[in-house]
């Protein structure tokens, strides 16, 4: 075979690990001191370790009678100052959905995988999939928004995972991580100089005591006030004014559900997250998230290696939708192609975000991935 | 823990409680306040952590912390606070109906024996959503889902949590004069502490069933009941206690572990490698040393594991992606060259055989070698090497013979990774070695 090894002297160093290990590394060290989880695959890895690295740095790791109970005791823990993650997958974040509702209500950051696999129901626990997409969007009651980041390669699941923890403080609310079976679960060689830590912001001292809310201006994140730290603490999931009693006075019910989506619509800059590779020559735009973005990326690689241009987008963010990239990155090409791992779920958004644009769908839900011959396939 | 220096005379606020005239609720949460007083904990330290219904109400009665989460939900997120912080005194306020949506959780910590304290305000039926049975109403009631009288036996609240290992378990009415000793006693046990505190529901239960404070006793009695203290078990660790004693420092598992470039290959294009196996040949681990071998070469390693739910039997099949170039995908259509290492291995990768291409080879070991495929053939003979080596050798000794053949990259590389293998060093070093010779015979 012919001599054409990489030339330089001494390589970074390289290990050999697999998403679930980057995302537990990256928990632990984004100041993660909770984990409560119920087995199931393909997010059992990440119980495992947790329930294992826990009480080796003075954390507590939890596995719950079932997902109920182990979202429950991390939102109880949050209010007891602890930082918490859960994993679960797609049937797991069925049995969070009530609990993901008294997060937003009671704004609490918790950071929560969802580990897709394929399909409804029991689907296949072993096969990868994406179809959670709209799921976790959409998955509690009320319909408020959240936020979900997607990461399509190891050092991104570290790198997202402690942005989840950073994003989950400041905002105060529920992030979702949300990756799949192929990407926690294949070992995969990172140069160590990939990973990305995150300076996860320290949680503000409150000052005015009795007020654990604040609804004014709108868009404005009060500091959590947890127990055990000198005053009375209060938390309610039902509708409250900002000392957590129930109400039902319109003028404050309304300004506290304006608030829980405001203080994430407006502050969409600093959720956004997309990386864009565009050649302004490309005629074709691939927007693309998670474990299908590698594809993608060797799709466009191959692509211009022979000649033709091809421009890529990769969402870091799911949601909220980031519009402002993909607009810009739409323009001056004539169609997008949206490749992903269940029916067309995220190119509903892309079509509403680019109207007018012929948009299309490369999908599979066979337990397959798509192969960057398919999407070159589709751009052609 | 912070204690106040001049003890409180009320841990109330001054709002009036919300609950209909006669409800049960009042009497209970007055023998709580009194048995706070009577504590004398500072207010910020306890935690009322109140479920769903009337009752979910009572922590905005108090000026201590307050959770109000979801129906049913109330011990998970006490069971959370208290883990986090076991030095807080925490008080679950719920009612019957949330040991029946939340059933699970009260058996488990109960079993677990975490040391919350858990007031069951049982009025046998729902009464927020209309006096609707539940899981305590007693056989015969009526109520407004059961109007010819409720066909189901009520749960034994006490007997289900003192059999799996409650710490502290007593029965009682909103009635008894020494509830406020008992909340307190419950708060005082270490252990999970359950009082099922029997009330009247007067909008609802009562009125149903012409039901009066004298026929507590009647029920009891119709259902052999005790009531009073019914477990006390100081002798059963407290969860949260026995967490922290027997966790223990360490070094952790998921930090990076770098591995060095020490070797070079000579591989210029991406190369895919299936394993295929049956459990208990190791051939994930076989396949994992040589891929931590690729990679001192220089490569870049990737690696898919398919085998089935039940992983001491059936299939074990391991892909390895190479290149010489980061891998953004590292699905697999049709490898370059296959191991088929047993029958198991063989129904798996059948499929693949008249796919590949002729330039691509296929190691197989004897008695599974008799194959038709348009790539090249070779067979792996273990009898050849100098060690006998056990089935569990098999993946890691096919993984070295196929590297030798195939000349992925250099063999040194797996005779360093193995030696890097702690423990193992010595065991793996021979199994490369035999795997060396292996596939120096059968080129
Ligand atoms: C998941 C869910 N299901 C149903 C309800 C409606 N709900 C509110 S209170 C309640 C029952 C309350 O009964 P109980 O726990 O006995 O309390 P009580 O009102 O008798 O004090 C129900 C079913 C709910 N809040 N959440
Ligand atoms: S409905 Fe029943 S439980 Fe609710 S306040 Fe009235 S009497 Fe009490
Ligand atoms: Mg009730």
Known sequence: ?380 | MTTTITPLATYRNDLPYPFCPGCGHSPILDALNAALVNRGTDPANVVIVSDIGCSGLSDQYFITSAFHGLHGRSITYATGIKLARPDLDVVVVMGDGGTGIGGAHLLNAARRNIGITVLVFNNFNFGMTGGQHSTTTPAGAFTSTTSTGNLERPLDICGTVAVNGAGYVWRGTSFDADLPDRIAEAMDADGFALLDIWELCTAYFVRSNKYTRRAFQTTLDELGWPAGIIQQRPDLPEYAAAYRAAAKPGRSSVSAAPIPVTQRSTLDRRYTLLVAGSAGGRVRSGVRLTAQAAIRSGLYAAQADDYPITVRSGHSLSTLVLSPAPLDFAGVGVPDALVILSEDGLAKSKALLPRLSPESLVMAFPDVAALETPARLMVLDPGVSSTRLARADHGLAACAAAVSILGLFPTAALVEAAAASGRLAEELGKVVAAGLEIGAAAR
């Open chain 1, 1 to 380: 075979m012919p001599q054409a090894m990489d030339q330089r002297a001494t390589p970074p160093p390289r290990e050999y690990t697999d998403g679930s290990t980057a995302i537990v590394r990256a928990a632990l060290e984004a100041g993660c001191n909770f984990f409560a989880g119920y087995p199931i695959t393909p997010a059992s890895p990440i119980l495992t370790m947790m329930m294992r690295e826990m009480p080796r740095v003075g954390g507590i790791a939890v596995q719950g009678e079932d997902e109920i109970a182990s979202i429950g005791m991390c939102i109880g823990a949050v209010m007891a100052g602890a930082r918490a993650l859960t994993a679960t997958s797609g049937p797991g974040i069925s049995l969070y959905s009530e609990n993901l509702g008294l997060a937003v209500m009671g704004e609490i950051p918790l950071v929560v995988v969802d580990v897709q696999r394929l399909g409804p129901a029991t689907g296949g626990a072993t096969t990868v999939g994406q179809g959670d997409v709209q799921f976790v969007r959409w998955g509690t009651s009320g319909g408020y928004p959240i936020i979900a980041l997607a990461p399509s390669s190891v050092p991104e699941c570290y790198h997202l995972t402690m942005k989840a923890f950073d994003l989950a403080e400041r905002f105060r609310c529920p992030v979702f991580l949300l990756t799949d079976k192929e990407l926690n679960m294949t070992m995969a060689t990172v140069a160590l100089d990939a990973y990305r830590p995150v300076d996860v912001r320290p949680r503000p001292r409150a000052e005015e005591p009795g007020r654990p809310y604040r609804y004014t201006p709108a868009e404005d994140v009060p500091p959590l006030r947890h127990y055990g730290a000198g005053e009375t603490v209060r938390f309610t999931g039902s509708t409250h004014d900002e000392r957590a009693f129930i109400t039902k006075h319109p003028p404050t019910v309304d300004a506290l559900n304006r608030h829980l989506a405001a203080k994430i619509e407006e502050h969409r800059d600093e959720i956004e997250m997309a990386a864009a590779d565009l050649d302004p020559r490309a005629e074709t735009l691939v927007v693309s998230y998670g474990v299908t973005a590698g594809a993608a990326r060797e799709a466009v690689r191959r692509s211009r290696a022979g000649g033709a241009p091809l421009s890529s987008v990769v969402l870091q963010t799911l949601w909220p939708v980031p519009e402002a990239t993909l607009r810009r990155a739409a323009t001056g090409v004539r169609r997008v192609l949206v490749p992903e791992l269940n029916l067309g779920q995220y190119r509903r958004e892309v079509e509403r975000v680019l109207p007018g644009m012929d948009v299309s769908g490369l999908n599979r839900v066979d337990g397959e991935m798509i192969t960057p011959e398919q999407i070159l396939e589709a751009v052609r």
